[in-house]
Each structure stands twice: as structure tokens, then as C-alpha cells.
């Protein structure tokens, strides 16, 4: 099956007693055993769910994995595969990531004993340097967040694999619609099933996507030890999200790709990131492992007035935090996603409070250039 189909066939068709189109969302907990020492699918929800289980074969099918572990939230994620790492193991991470993968790395794992070094790994020769002997796992974003920063996935995980070490993807921001980690060496696939996955701005949720059955099973022992899993109607509506996937996303590419060209057309604006833009340092990486660009679109404009000035004029884009939703929303990341990141580090890779972050939606091109456009006053 070919993607798009996948996202509405994955199952091929398999249906309950009644033939339910929309699978049902299965709330209860507990399930009675059919016999004693007889095996059945499910016991309890921490451990499976029927709901669940159908979102998490879903992802891995679509990111084609081995299969999935679906929690509530990109948070719990991220931190659940990051248990995979003993104490005294050194972690190779991207310097450009969310906040919150940050705040996680420095403020926790750090204190359990885990090691990081923090590098642009858009540039492969300066990753190699950091290898060291306790070296296991390397933690990329691409396009990380903010910078849309392209790391080229297949030389990573080459030096990864190399000295035995993961290669885990944060590919929250172009989907596998776009970007399948899994053909360019990763192991572990993690996604904010929040944004595009579910895509609708009103659900959290979490994946990690694993490549072995060795890892899986490891990750799925995690899971039912800790618990954070997606809850019954929380899974009903990140599947239901999935069907429109491919629609939203093309349509937000090209929405987007005619916004970067506007907003760099603006004497008043600075820098425009985004990997579409022909001259943007990661289009030739980008083109090479992905299939498309996404929504995702940074500034840097000329004054602090005028990002403020943005923020309050615009009347369709809406100043928020998250991204990935078929709404188009700006965000501040000084004051939001990357709110806990020292000031100084921040200001050096230019997340300063001239520094914009845009998730481009599913509304009118038109009409959301003529937003930006009187919000800009050039
Ligand atoms: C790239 C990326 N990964 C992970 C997360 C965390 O996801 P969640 O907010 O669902 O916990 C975010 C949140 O913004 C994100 O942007």
C-alpha cells in the first residue's frame, strides 16, 4: 500500500463484531481472562489497550518500524526511550533542540549519571571530535527547533553504528509523510504525536517507534513499568488525525513554501529559516532524505518592537505555544518553548527577542500572506 492509503488501511480493513469504520474507542481497564495460564491480547490497559494498540501499529506501519509504544505525551516519549541509557553512558545530541528535550537532558538525566555533549550536527565533521569510548547514543532533530537546522541522517548514524551506538530521530516536524528515519539508519523514531500526527491542536500525545523487536520489547517494558500511556480516546483521536495526514501536510508545505518567500521578500525581516528556501545551509540534505519541507518557519526580525508588534496585529495567525495543528499559530520562543534555555546560550544561537517561530496551517495562502503583510507594515 502506498502511504496514503496506509493511513486509513494499515489494518487491511480488519473489523470489530459490527463492521465499525471508525474503530471504537475501548475505555475499560481491565479484561477477564479466558482461562487460567490461557494467553489472551489483552489484560490490563497499562500493558495494552485495544484502542491504543491500533494507533501504535499504525505509526510504526507508517514510519516503518518494527512497531510502537504510544504515550501522552512527546514528553513521556522521549523521556521513556532515554531510559534505554545507563548511568556513565555519553549521549552526541543536536545543540538546536525543543526546549523541553533540553530542560529534560540538563535537569534530569544529567543528575541520573548520563553525559552529554551538545553539537551542531549539521555539520557532520565537527560531530566526530565528540566520540568518546561511553559514546551511546545520538539524539537528532531535523529540522531541529527553532533553527531548522538539516542533519544528514545516514552519515550519522554510519558513525553511530560504527562504535555501537543508537541513533534516535525526533521527526515530529516533517512526519513520515516526508522523512522515513528508519531508511537513513535510525533506531528509534520519536514523535510529539501532538502536532502534525494528530493535528488538530486537541490532543497530546507521544510515540516512540522502534526499529527491532529487541527494542521494542525493551521500550514496552519500560512503558508498562512507568505507565504515561495514550488513553483510550486520546488514541481514538491521534488515528482519526492520521487519515488527513498526507492532505494537511501537503497542503501546509505549499502554503509554506509561498510564505518563506514572502517573508524573506520584507526589508523589515532579518533571516528567514526554512529548509524550503533554495539558500537556506540544510535544502541540499533536505532534498536528499526528505520528501518534502513542512510548515515549520523561523524569523529573525529587525527590532524587539516589531516582533511584539507581530504578535499583537496578527488576527489569523494566533500567538500560542505548540505547532503542527491545521490552525497557523506564532510563537515567541524567548518567553515559551525555549523559555528555561540560559539567556546567554540563547542569545548566541540567535533565539533572541527579535526571534519568531511560525507553524504554517491549512488556511489560505492568500489570506494569511495579507495577515503577516499588515501585521509586518513594511
Ligand atoms: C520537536 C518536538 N519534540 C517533542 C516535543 C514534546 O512534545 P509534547 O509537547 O507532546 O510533550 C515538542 C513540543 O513542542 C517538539 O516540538
Known amino acids: 500500500m502506498k502511504f496514503e492509503t496506509l493511513c486509513l488501511h494499515s489494518d487491511n480493513n480488519e473489523k470489530d463484531e459490527w463492521g465499525s469504520i471508525a474503530h471504537p474507542i475501548c475505555q475499560s481497564v481491565t479484561f477477564v481472562h479466558k482461562g487460567v495460564d490461557v494467553e489472551s491480547d489483552y489484560s490490563y490497559s497499562r500493558l495494552s489497550n485495544p484502542t491504543r494498540r491500533h494507533v501504535e501499529k499504525l505509526v510504526a506501519s507508517l514510519e516503518g518500524g518494527y512497531d510502537s509504544c504510544a504515550f501522552s505525551s512527546g514528553m513521556t516519549a522521549i523521556t521513556v526511550s532515554l531510559l534505554l541509557l545507563e548511568p556513565g553512558d555519553h549521549v552526541i545530541a543536536s545543540d538546536d533542540l525543543y526546549g523541553g528535550a533540553l530542560r529534560l537532558f540538563n ?47 545516514k552519515a550519522i548514524s554510519e558513525i553511530a553504528h560504527s562504535i555501537g551506538a543508537y541513533l534516535f530521530v525526533d521527526n515530529t516536524f516533517l512526519t513520515p509523510y516526508f522523512q522515513r528515519p528508519f531508511e537513513l ?49 486520546d488514541s481514538f483521536l491521534i488515528e482519526r488525525g492520521i487519515k488527513t495526514l498526507p492532505l494537511r501536510m501537503d497542503k501546509i508545505n505549499d502554503n509554506a513554501i509561498k510564505i518563506a518567500n ?117
Open 262 to 378: 514572502f517573508l524573506k521578500s520584507c526589508n523589515s525581516i532579518e533571516k528567514v529559516y526554512y529548509v524550503g528556501l533554495k539558500d537556506s545551509l540544510g535544502y541540499d540534505i533536505t532534498l536528499k532524505q526528505s520528501k518534502g519541507f513542512g510548515g515549520m518557519i523561523s524569523i529573525e526580525v529587525k527590532s524587539k518592537e516589531l516582533a511584539h508588534k507581530i504578535l499583537k496585529d496578527v488576527k489569523i495567525f494566533q500567538y500560542t505555544e505548540s505547532l503542527g495543528g491545521v490552525d497557523s499559530l506564532i510563537t515567541y520562543p524567548m518567553l515559551q518553548t525555549h523559555a528555561d534555555v540560559p539567556e546567554e546560550e540563547r542569545n548566541r544561537r540567535g533565539i533572541n527577542d527579535r526571534f519568531l517561530r511560525i507553524s504554517v496551517g491549512i488556511e489560505n495562502v492568500d489570506d494569511l500572506i495579507s495577515d503577516l503583510k499588515q501585521a509586518i507594515n513594511d
Open 185 to 233: 539508519g535510525a533506531d528509534i523514531v520519536l514523535h510529539s504525536g501532538t502536532k502534525y500526527l494528530g493535528g488538530h491542536n486537541d490532543t497530546l500525545a507521544g510515540f516512540v517507534v522502534c526499529k527491532t523487536k529487541e527494542l521494542y520489547e525493551r521500550i514496552l517494558f519500560n512503558s508498562k513499568t512507568i505507565g504515561g500511556q495514550l488513553s483510550p480516546f
Open 107 to 153: 535537569n534530569i538525566c544529567k543528575t541520573n549519571g548520563i553525559e552529554f555533549d551538545f553539537v551542531n550536527t549539521s555539520n557532520v565533521d565537527d560531530v566526530k571530535p565528540y566520540v568518546k569510548k561511553n559514546t551511546k547514543l545520538f539524539y537528532i532533530e531535523t529540522p531541529s527547533n527553532p533553527l531548522m537546522q538539516v542533519t544528514d541522517l
